[in-house]
């Protein structure tokens, strides 16, 4: 029996970008999937697009984000998750290419190994042809010491990369909508401190493209690539905001409380280096 794979994009004013996206979703060599589609209420006219694709396509499920939740991506996503139904979840953007055999690969090893809960694909790092910023992007998907190496960025899963079993975020949760920047790095570090143990492909799954609208993009801007940093790994070590930093060595916790007290203050970030006083002298003591 094939396994249903939920394909989970948020789309906001991606017009420019969907129609290569949603070919490459058709192209797929598995055909055991379910797209949901959530809109943050785009205004140029990808909206429409998707839907007369809908229309045409009973496999994509089309929907607005509703009214009484708050803008934003995380928001989009997590709603996709809840209209989903398929028992492994492949989260992806809208403005990505997914290369031919991307599903079947995924599927293929985690029917073949029913004890990983989620499996990781090379990225093809595609820069778009006027991209002006920074050029050098390295992501590692395999480590001996996966929770620190992971706190450092040694060890980087890209959006599209993991493909999951369901119950992974049934146990650890969705995303923080708290987060603007590495909200994906923040909840695969959840599911790495569960699971240390996934599967890798080494094969080119799909085309991550950076273009000059994008976030990784904008990350260039030193003072918030500094804001978006601290308060992901505040997140990230943060008994209340993640509870599953208890499966951490409390070395490795101290290790980066004091890395991080040390990094804002150098950047002059009073209220995070507070925080991460304060959190290290608890741990000392705990």
């Not at 778009?128 to 395999?142: N, Q």
Request: proline share 5%.
């Amino acid at each position: 029996m094939k396994p249903l794979v939920s394909i989970l994009i948020p789309n906001y004013n991606k017009l420019g970008f969907i129609q290569e996206t949603f070919q490459s979703l058709l192209s797929q060599s598995y055909q055991n999937w379910e797209c949901i589609v959530v809109d943050d209420h785009s205004d140029d006219g990808s909206f429409e697009y998707l839907e007369n694709l809908a229309q045409s396509e009973p496999r994509i499920n089309l929907y607005k984000r509703p009214d009484n939740l708050p803008k934003g991506g995380n928001i989009c996503r997590n709603y996709a998750f809840e209209m989903s139904s398929g028992d492994l979840i492949q989260w992806f953007d809208s403005d990505d290419i997914m290369l031919p055999n991307f599903l079947e690969d995924k599927v293929d090893f985690l029917k073949g190994n029913e004890d990983k809960l989620f499996v990781v694909s090379k990225v093809r790092i595609q820069f778009e042809e006027d991209y002006k910023g920074e050029k050098k992007f390295k992501h590692s998907m395999e480590s001996e010491n996966p929770i620190p190496d992971y706190l450092s960025f040694k060890l980087l899963f890209l959006p599209g990369g993991p493909m999951f079993r369901r119950k992974v975020f049934e146990e650890v949760g969705l995303f923080n909508p708290s987060l603007k920047k590495h909200q994906e790095w923040e909840l695969f570090f959840r599911a790495v401190l569960k699971y240390p143990d996934w599967g890798i492909i080494q094969k080119e799954g799909y085309i991550y493209q950076i273009n000059n609208d994008s976030i990784t993009a904008r990350m260039d801007q030193r003072d918030k690539l500094v804001e978006a940093e601290l308060h992901v790994i505040q997140t990230a070590l943060g008994y209340h905001s993640n509870p599953q930093i208890a499966l951490a060595p409390a070395n490795v916790r101290q290790s980066f409380l004091l890395k991080y007290l040390k990094f804002s203050l150098v950047h002059r970030k009073g209220s995070y280096a507070y925080w991460f006083l304060s959190e290290y002298l608890k741990e000392l003591f705990r």
